[in-house]
T-cell receptor
C-alpha cells in the first residue's frame, strides 16, 4: 500500500530562519507526492507536487521540496520562515485508486 | 481559477434532522471527492465520483448519502447523524488522470447536537 509518514508532530522555528518539514514515503512504482497546508479553520491549500523530472520542486508562497529517491523522502523547505507560515502541513501520496493518502500532519509554529 | 465552493460553511443539526452539504466546481474536473476531517487529524476519504458515477465508497454509514447531479455539482445528504459525526467535511475535485492535483474547498463545519 502507498503511504507517507511525517515523523514530527510539531516543528518550531524562529522567523527568518530556514524551515524543514519532513516526509518519507513508501510506495511501489513511481511516487506522486504532494504537500498541502491548512490554516486554522480553513480548507486544504495545495502547495506543490512531485510527479517526475527535477528533484527540486518549487511551489506557492516560497516553499520548495526535495525529492530524494535513495532516502525515500520528500521534505518541505523554505529559506526564511514567516510568522504567517504557522499552520498544519500535510504530506500526501496519490494512491493506486488515484485518491490521496495523507500523513498525520505536522504543525509548524513560527515565532516572531 | 482553482476554486471549489462549499455551502454552507457552518451547519448545526439535530440527530433527527435531514440536511445537505453542497459543493460546486467550474474547472471541468470529472472526479469529485468527499473527505471527513476531525480536528488536527488528516482528512479521511469518504466517497469518490468519477464521470458522475460513484467509484469509491469507503464503507461509509448509510446516514451519509452522496449525489452527483452533474459534472459540476456534488452533494452530501445527511440523515439521522450522531454527535461523533461532527467534523469538517471537505469537498475536492481533480482531473481523472493519475497525478493531477486534487483541489479542496474551504469545507463545511458540521455540528450534530
Amino acid at each position: 500500500a502507498q503511504s507517507v509518514a511525517q515523523p514530527e508532530d510539531q516543528v518550531n522555528v524562529a522567523e527568518g530562519n530556514p524551515l524543514t518539514v519532513k516526509c518519507t514515503y513508501s510506495v511501489s512504482g513511481n511516487p506522486y507526492l504532494f504537500w498541502y497546508v491548512q490554516y486554522p479553520n480553513r480548507g486544504l491549500q495545495f502547495l506543490l507536487k512531485y510527479i517526475t523530472g527535477d528533484n527540486l520542486v518549487k511551489g506557492s508562497y516560497g516553499f520548495e521540496a526535495e525529492f530524494n529517491k535513495s532516502q525515500t523522502s520528500f521534505h518541505l523547505k523554505k529559506p526564511s520562515a514567516l510568522v504567517s507560515d504557522s499552520a498544519l502541513y500535510f504530506c500526501a501520496v496519490r494512491d493506486r485508486r488515484n485518491t490521496l493518502t495523507f500523513g498525520k500532519g505536522t504543525m509548524l509554529l513560527v515565532s516572531p | 481559477d482553482t476554486e471549489v465552493t462549499q455551502t454552507p460553511k457552518h451547519l448545526v443539526m439535530g440527530m433527527t434532522n435531514k440536511k445537505s452539504l453542497k459543493c460546486e466546481q467550474h474547472m471541468g474536473h470529472r472526479a469529485m471527492y468527499w473527505y471527513k476531517q476531525k480536528a488536527k487529524k488528516p482528512p479521511e476519504l469518504m466517497f469518490v465520483y468519477s464521470y458522475e458515477k460513484l467509484s469509491i465508497n469507503e464503507s461509509v454509514p448509510s446516514r451519509f448519502s452522496p449525489e452527483c447531479p452533474n459534472s459540476s455539482l456534488l452533494n452530501l445528504h445527511l440523515h439521522a447523524l450522531q454527535p461523533e459525526d461532527s467534523a469538517l467535511y471537505l469537498c475536492a475535485s481533480s482531473q481523472v488522470t493519475t497525478g493531477n492535483t486534487i483541489y479542496f474547498g474551504e469545507g463545511s463545519w458540521l455540528t450534530v447536537v
